[in-house]
């Protein structure tokens, strides 16, 4: 199934990957030359819903090719019996039915070959598979300017208006050549003015555009650093000029992306001086517009010219070319591995034990009760054989290995612990900032992946996109060795509770190749009931991450809707400026929030299935090649077993100990504290 699975997510992806081809082909997008591209241009909102869909498609996509190589690389892994015999020779076990880099050392080196194929693959795949599409946000360089309210108070928004150049002469003006007017109208000694006077004539050809707002509608509109609505805006009040015969007064020149950029909205700043320090509470200036006081004076509407976003959703050509070569790699792998299937490899544990019970390995004779422990040592033969039994049962967890535990137990520990400092720094971020509210519903109100200037990680110095795409899917790759770790842990589970069944009743083996009485199967040692939720968490987890960290590129316009990389205001950091687009990383805190409390939930699903009990009965350490080998021994007469209904437990021995083993004939349940070998 997982084949399947992993072909359709390939064939879904693929033609994914040929439309945005075709984009690039057509040369959509500015960046096109640079091997980024526009698969869609307009409303941000539906841009943004469209590529929360797409990453969970494509988390969806890939958790099944994760799946698939998991699957593949566990088939691979699986030693046949040639291979079993010179290990048991050597007096080394090899693991049967579990996904084992154990059995790499003593297995072909063809399999070998497709199992690295495999997952090395999964690296850069895992890395940059989330970031192939990516949205684009805008946002606005713009102007804060103050007039006088007796300039406009009286002037109609038409377009037959003649006097509505705030004083200026109505003749038409180049956008580009300000000077013109500026020798009618004199010169100024500031170049702050002066960029700022060019944006006026701008606007003042535009001024059919402009938008009156209550003081309440501009706050609101301009209280997002990164909004892209609206442009530059003028402040009706009691405001004079900052030169003689020059209307109009400079209050800010805004970047969207400098410290505190809302100094503005509570009149802390000034054209001349850095941001005041303190950041602006704009959730106070909105609760009172009436008194709204900008650089001393009291405004009392604003005339804000509105704008037409432009948020794209993106695609990178470099990042697809390697997706698709490690796709094309993967599906190659699995191609060969599925024809390989019919190698005589044990795969299952019914592979195992049919292969023991039709030819016994003399290396584990008259050790029908040893455990996995008792094959550490260098030579079985010092092994006791006769054994008195012990009718204890063990819990789930054991019938995993310590060192597969540690890395389960590592791995989590150190992602929870991350993601929860990671959490709580965001968390003191937002507050220096000056979002004063990070309760669970204002942190919800905030959204899932949604970008704000409070939740851009702040000191990254990283400024191209295959940097920040590879720093922002690092949790991918460890949550893909983590469900790794998560399947093992299960199969052993659930391959030591099959095991265990043969020992409470008679039922036939479940094998790759069935014959006779013997059972098919569509599963390794993990059925459906506990594959597929594995699956679903795992792609829930990964998008969940996908939302708490992520790639963020904006792309600011001046007055003139013109792509502008003047938005940092005195530094340069994180700017692309082959493609004059902000690159940096983004977070979100509720989605932090529901990847810790489903990681939580997985973690101590975990620990309390491995609280279960096993019934009293076959030793523990199913997985472990040398424990099937030993308790298959059947009575010489048993002939064919292998192809019927088998059971565990005591048969015909010695005249001095019982023996115990696999046979289709009846059996008695051993004795506590009776030997035997």
């Not at 006097?163 to 020798?183: N, Q, R, V, W």
Request: charged residues 15%; glycine residues 6%; hydrophobic residues 40%.
């Amino acid at each position: 199934m997982f084949i399947t699975l992993a072909l359709i997510a390939v064939g879904v992806e693929k033609q994914v990957d040929v439309t945005v081809h075709e984009s690039l082909r057509r040369g959509a997008g500015k960046d096109a030359g640079h091997g980024v591209g526009t698969l869609m241009e307009g409303d941000c909102d539906v841009v943004k819903r469209l590529d929360i869909w797409i990453h969970l498609l494509l988390n969806i996509l890939s958790a099944m090719l994760l799946g698939a190589s998991n699957y593949c690389m566990q088939r691979l892994s699986a030693p046949t019996r040639a291979e079993l015999d010179r290990a048991h020779a050597k007096f080394v076990w090899l693991n049967v039915g579990i996904p084992s880099v154990k059995n790499l050392l003593h297995i072909s080196r063809y399999r070998v070959f497709l199992w690295s194929l495999l997952g090395i693959s999964s690296i850069p795949l895992h890395l940059m598979y989330n970031s192939v599409i990516f949205q684009q946000l805008s946002g606005s360089r713009y102007d804060i300017l103050g007039v006088k309210e007796s300039l406009v108070s009286n002037t109609s928004f038409d377009m037959g208006a003649g006097h509505l150049g705030f004083g200026l002469d109505t003749k038409p003006i180049h956008e580009d050549s300000p000077k013109y007017l500026l020798e009618q109208e004199g010169s100024f000694e500031s170049v702050f003015d002066l960029y700022a006077f060019g944006e006026v004539l701008w606007i003042r050809d535009r001024m059919y555009r402009l938008q009156k707002l209550d003081n309440a509608a501009c706050i609101a509109a301009y209280s997002n650093p990164l909004q892209s609505r609206r442009g530059s805006v003028l402040l009706a009040g009691d405001y004079n000029g900052s030169e003689p015969g020059v209307p109009f007064q400079t209050l800010h020149k805004f970047y969207p992306l400098r410290s505190n950029p809302l100094a503005w909205l509570c009149g802390d700043s000034s054209p001349n001086t850095k941001p005041h320090p303190d950041v602006c509470n704009v959730t106070l200036v909105a609760e009172r517009p009436d008194e709204w006081v900008v650089d001393g004076e009291r405004v009392h509407y604003c005339l804000s010219l509105p704008r037409e976003e432009r948020c794209r959703l993106r695609y990178s050509l470099s990042i697809m070319v390697v997706v698709l070569l490690c796709n094309m790699v993967k599906v190659a792998a699995m191609i060969l591995t599925v024809s390989s299937l019919n190698a005589p490899s044990l795969v299952t544990l019914g592979d195992a034990i049919a292969s023991f019970l039709t030819h016994p390995d003399l290396s584990t004779s008259g050790l029908c009760t040893s455990q996995r422990s008792s094959f550490k040592n260098s030579e079985w033969s010092r092994i006791p054989k006769a054994k008195a039994w012990d009718s204890r049962s063990h819990r789930w967890g054991k019938s995993a290995s310590r060192r597969r535990w540690s890395m389960c137990i590592i791995l989590s520990t150190c992602g929870l612990m991350v993601a929860i400092a990671f959490l709580i720094e965001g968390l003191h971020g937002l507050q220096t900032s000056g979002v004063e509210d990070i309760s669970m519903r204002a942190l919800w109100n905030m959204g899932l992946g949604t970008v704000t200037s409070e939740t851009i990680v702040q000191n990254n110095k990283i400024s191209n996109l295959i940097g920040n795409v590879i720093v922002a899917n690092l949790p991918q790759l460890i949550l893909s060795f983590l469900y790794l770790t998560y399947n093992g842990l299960l199969t052993c589970n659930l391959m030591d509770h099959e095991w265990s069944q043969y020992s409470q009743v008679r039922r036939p083996l479940r094998v790759s190749l069935p014959e006779g009485q013997q059972t098919s199967t569509y599963w390794l040692e993990l059925p459906y009931a506990y594959a597929l939720p594995l699956l679903s968490g795992s792609a829930l987890l990964h998008w969940l991450f996908s939302q708490s960290l992520f790639l963020v590129n904006i792309t600011f316009y001046d007055y003139k809707d013109d792509e502008t990389t003047e938005f940092l205001g005195l530094t340069k950091e994180n700017v692309d400026a082959s493609s004059r687009s902000f690159y940096n990383l983004g977070f979100s805190p509720m989605a932090i929030v529901f990847s810790v409390f489903v990681s939580l939930i997985l973690l101590i699903g975990a620990g309390l299935n491995s609280l279960r009990r096993y019934p009293a009965g076959l030793p523990a350490g199913s997985s472990c090649s040398a424990v099937i080998s030993a308790a298959c021994h059947p009575p010489r007469n048993d002939t064919n077993a292998s192809v019927k209904h088998v059971q565990w437990g005591v048969v015909e021995g010695t005249e001095t100990c019982d023996h115990c083993s696999f046979t289709s004939h009846s059996v008695s349940f051993p004795v506590q504290g009776k030997t035997y070998q």
